[in-house]
Every structure is written in structure tokens, then in C-alpha cells.
């Protein structure tokens, strides 16, 4: 067996999505944008969003306490999870994340939120997705190939 990468000992991704929306409060109170829709459908459109993304991240967290891998980002993998909603994104919960903080542009008429979003997921490819799909890579080996080469990192399945 090959080497196991460690993972890093802070669980980045969290604090920085916490960082992205606290950032992006802050860029809209001090520079504000007037021309950002704020009626009631498009609130309710963020609202959906944030919904839809705190839901990806429930179900992501409930398939891998169900299969008993750890969920802690800092924390060694304890196993392969690859079913729903694993199917589609081998970060769901990073891409739930995401959703959110995109979401809170609309509910709160602050589209500072949609680069933070953006810079975040970014970062926390840089910063933990990396190390995540190396350590994965070790502890798995085929069975993490076969999977990384049907699933998108984010969104979506591969043909063939």
C-alpha cells in the first residue's frame, strides 16, 4: 500500500464558507449595488437555493453517517461512499456549500455573495479537495479510479 497523504489537521472548507458569507456581508454594506433585483420572487428564489443547498448537504452527511465514513474534513477517510448523491458529485457537500452562500445573493439582495462563492469553492479545492482525492486515491486505490473517473469533481457523470 502506497503512502497516505495526511490531511490537513484544520477543517478548512467550513471556516472558509463561513469566511466567503461574513465577506460577503461585508462587501454589501460597504459597497452596496442598486441595480440587484430584490422583489419577492427572486428572495424566493435565493431562499430555494439555500433550501436546496443546506439539502444537499443533509443528504450528502446522511449517506456517509449511514455508511459510517467520517465526515470530518481533517479526519482520515473510513470509506468510499459513491452512492447518492455521491452519484453525481464527489463533493456534494462542497457543492452544497456553495448553493448556499450563492443563495444568499438573491435572498439578500447582495450579489457580493456570488464571487464569494465562487473564490470560496475555489479555495477549498486548493486547500482540501486536493488533498481529500490524494488521500482517497491511497487509502482506495481502483475503487477510487473507477469512481474518479465516472464522477465530476462538482456536478455530473462522465460517459462511458
Known amino acids: 500500500m ?3 497523504p495526511r490531511l490537513s489537521r484544520i477543517p478548512w472548507p467550513p471556516l472558509i464558507f463561513v469566511a466567503a ?3 460577503g456581508l461585508q462587501l454589501g454594506a460597504l ?3 442598486a441595480w440587484w433585483p430584490a422583489d419577492r420572487l427572486v428572495r424566493a428564489f435565493g431562499v430555494a437555493m439555500i433550501a436546496t443547498g443546506l439539502g444537499i448537504d443533509a443528504w450528502a452527511m446522511g449517506t456517509m453517517l449511514r455508511r459510517r465514513a467520517n465526515i470530518l474534513p481533517n479526519r482520515p477517510a473510513t470509506a468510499l461512499v459513491t452512492g447518492w448523491p455521491f452519484r453525481w458529485s464527489r463533493n456534494p457537500i462542497y457543492l452544497g456549500n456553495t448553493i448556499v452562500v450563492s443563495g444568499f445573493a ?3 439582495a447582495n ?3 456570488i464571487p464569494c462563492a465562487l473564490i470560496a469553492a475555489i479555495a477549498v479545492r486548493q486547500v482540501a479537495i486536493r488533498q481529500e482525492e490524494a488521500h482517497l486515491a491511497a487509502l482506495f486505490g481502483a475503487k477510487w479510479d473507477a469512481y474518479s473517473a465516472r464522477t ?3 456536478l455530473g457523470r462522465r460517459a462511458g
Open 31 to 33: 459597497l452596496p449595488v
Open 111 to 113: 450579489p457580493w455573495f
Open 21 to 23: 458569507a461574513l465577506a
Open 152 to 154: 465530476h469533481r462538482w
Open 106 to 108: 438573491f435572498a439578500f
Open 2 to 4: 502506497t503512502d497516505v
